[in-house]
Antibody, heavy 117, light 107 residues
Framework: EEQLVESGGGLVQPGGSLRLSCAAS????????MTWVRQAPGKGLEWVAS????????YYVDSVKGRFTISRDNAKNSLFLQMNNLRADDTAVYYC??????????WGQGTLVTVSS | DIQMTQSPSTLSASVGDRVTITCRAS??????LAWYQQKSGKAPKLLIY???NLESGVPSRFSGSESGTEFTLTISSLQPDDFATYYC?????????FGQGTKVEIK
């Protein structure tokens, strides 16, 4: 069964950092683009970042450029999101998702990031 | 950036109703559009890809269509399990963008 499990969320002060992880299993992780999508409390979905199979291509939403870094370790079937200089408006549930080129599927269960003093 | 305008934002319907949700792209995205269903507290689930292709395991009462830059998700006969929020998303170009969502409520 294809599965994604996020971890690393929590409460952090404005200006702080967090590193999210996403562990993949049940499929050939290295064959797919991977993506992070977030959802602020009570709000809609927002694409955050995507990374190519070998890590050579990366894309970010403008609001996180220069602060967030997406990366992956294909040997460990893992996806990461390093988040620096966090702001209150980064507060959201962060989902990792597989991008097989026909929309995102599967998705992880999400991990909550709360930025507050 | 491509803007995705989804309507309505809320829809009240009864079991058995035919339901239609519309998503309009601000420019051509060819057919690179997906529809997702999200239930409260859960991750989104892919329903439709490439505008009209049903994802494996999704009931056939769900269908998608397109006309130029306007895309439609139709539920032919609403079932109790279908009360949820639905999102469209373009994957023609970066940044990927989602519609604002449509909440389907019980009438």
């Amino acid at each position: 069964e294809e599965q994604l499990v996020e971890s690393g969320g929590g409460l952090v002060q404005p200006g702080g950092s967090l590193r999210l992880s996403c562990a993949a299993s049940g499929f050939t992780f290295s064959s797919y683009w991977m993506t992070w999508v977030r959802q602020a409390p009570g709000k809609g979905l927002e694409w955050v970042a995507s990374i190519k199979q070998d890590g050579s291509g990366k894309y970010y939403v403008d609001s996180v450029k220069g602060r967030f870094t997406i990366s992956r370790d294909n040997a460990k079937n893992s996806l990461f999101l390093q988040m620096n200089n966090l702001r209150a408006d980064d507060t959201a549930v962060y989902y990792c998702a597989t991008d097989p080129g026909r929309g995102y599927d599967p998705w992880g269960q999400g991990t909550l990031v709360t930025v507050s003093s | 950036d491509i803007q995705m305008t989804q309507s309505p934002s809320t829809l009240s319907a009864s079991v058995g109703d035919r339901v239609t949700i519309t998503c309009r792209a601000s420019q051509s995205i060819s057919s690179w559009l997906a529809w997702y269903q999200q239930k409260s507290g859960k991750a989104p689930k892919l329903l439709i890809y490439k505008a009209s292709n049903l994802e494996s395991g999704v009931p056939s009462r769900f269908s998608g269509s397109e006309s130029g830059t306007e895309f439609t998700l139709t539920i032919s006969s609403l079932q109790p399990d279908d009360f949820a929020t639905y999102y469209c998303q373009q994957y023609n170009s970066y940044p990927r963008t989602f519609g604002q969502g449509t909440k389907v409520e019980i009438k």
